[in-house]
């Protein structure tokens, strides 16, 4: 079946010889490893070649283009996470499910770590695909979506709308997309252990159970004010389109014209406003720090519990998302950044967000109204919710910032097992 998948990504018609399977999960291997560390528009069909002991031209016996080799990591990293969620599927219950198809994500990874399983590219890089690739992709894409939102179907979420369950299934899909990234805080073989915790998170959100959700009143009352207006409309143009993207089809694939064009703009246009380009994407990671430390700012002065503070804050930035003045820069951008001085700036940056989120968990934690949980795994799952939001309307065409709460914000924060 995989293999079936695998030529749909533009495998030649080469024959299928061992040693020809062989080379080609090398070649799989080592493609997924570079578009991981430097995103597709940055990682060369040559350099793929070189680290599997080939010349460029040999590439071509497995993949015609990179673009080929890039479709084909992406439908064989969906085949693997289609795999998890079958097995998941068996599990009898909604929460059983869920715990295993995370657990499954960990399993995988630490097996990669070992050198056990061969690399599976990162879903990011779906976006940077042309067309003619994209299109068994998402389609591919959307099958494992349908698999994923079937293991919610049971007693448990049995009240839910489709529009819920559609938002619920994206975020679940989201935090197993995000746990490469989680796992590196601890040791492999504690990879599992995180996945269950992670689970408990997702499933039963962050509030103490005595603690009640926030009224509409009391939400609407302590609603933070939006960040303040640019001065320059023209330049905040620029820097929307950029993030748009940046976000859609990675750093490299954001050239100057497509800014340019997004707005409708002369390249000379650009440069007026922009010395280069990544002048203009380094704003775009300082303008979305900015606002993230405006949101964090103003949820921190926020009056009574600290679970309360959490609310106001995801509910204040997933609207932004959803926004005129959205989106934020997702932090998956960062990787691709060609200077490694700057990725570790603004991986630092982000870190740093992260952990004053988490901080507003901890003082939930003392004040009663965050149950006891890891602090640092429930920062990391609320980021990524926010993060997420901004693809949300892909799953929840109809999805509006009066809806976004009670479909999917709710959700991110007291879990996937709540009413609507």
């Not at 085949?79 to 068996?90: D, N, S």
């Not at 490694?340 to 989120?357: F, I, K, P, W």
Request: glycine share 6%; hydrophobic share 45%.
């Amino acid at each position: 079946m995989l293999d079936t998948v695998l030529q749909a990504g533009g495998q030649t018609t080469a024959p299928k010889t061992q040693r020809f399977q062989e080379k080609r999960e090398a070649v799989l291997d080592a493609a997924a490893r570079l578009f991981n560390e430097r995103g597709l528009k940055g990682a060369g069909l040559g350099d793929i070649a070189a680290s599997v002991g080939l010349v460029k031209s040999g590439i071509t016996y497995y993949f015609r283009k990179k673009e080929d080799l890039a479709a084909a990591c992406l439908l064989r990293a969906i085949a693997e996470a289609k795999a998890l969620a079958r097995e998941a599927a068996l599990e009898a219950t909604v929460p059983r499910r869920v715990e295993r198809f995370l657990v499954g994500h960990a399993e995988q990874l630490a097996a990669i770590e070992r050198g056990e399983r061969p690399a599976l590219i990162g879903f990011s890089e779906t976006r940077a695909l042309p067309d003619a690739q994209a299109a068994d992709v998402y389609t591919a894409y959307i099958d494992l979506f349908r698999s994923v939102r079937s293991l919610l179907v049971g007693p448990e979420t049995a009240a839910l709308g489709r529009d819920a369950r559609n938002a619920r299934a994206h975020l679940l899909l989201s935090i197993a997309h995000t746990l490469p990234a989680w796992v590196l805080r601890c040791e492999t073989d504690e990879y599992t252990r995180l996945a269950r915790r992670v689970a408990d998170i997702v499933l039963h959100g962050v509030l103490a159970a005595a603690q009640p959700w926030p009224s509409e009143a009391e939400l609407l009352a302590r609603a933070l004010p939006d960040p303040p207006p640019a001065a320059d409309e023209t330049a905040e143009a620029f820097l929307r389109a950029a993030t748009e993207l940046v976000n859609d089809q990675g750093y490299r694939g954001a050239s100057v014209d497509k800014i340019a064009a997004l707005l409708d703009a002369t390249k000379g246009k650009f440069y007026h406003y922009n010395e280069t380009k990544d002048d203009l994407v380094s704003a775009c990671f300082e303008r979305s720090f900015a606002f993230q430390r405006h949101f964090l700012k103003s949820a921190e002065s926020v009056a009574g519990p600290n679970a309360w503070r959490l609310a106001a804050l995801a509910n204040a930035m997933v609207r932004f998302q959803l926004s005129e003045r959205g989106p934020l820069l997702r932090g998956s951008a960062y990787s691709a950044l060609p200077d490694a001085q700057h990725r570790e700036v603004v991986y630092r940056t982000m870190q740093r967000l992260t952990e004053r989120l988490g901080s507003l968990l901890v003082d939930g934690l003392m004040d009663g109204s965050v149950r006891p949980l890891d602090t640092g795994l429930a920062a990391e799952a609320i980021s990524a919710t926010i993060n997420s939001a901004v693809e949300l309307r892909r799953w929840v065409p109809g999805v509006t910032a009066d809806t976004v709460m009670r479909l999917y914000t709710r959700p991110g924060l007291l879990g996937l097992l709540c009413d609507e």
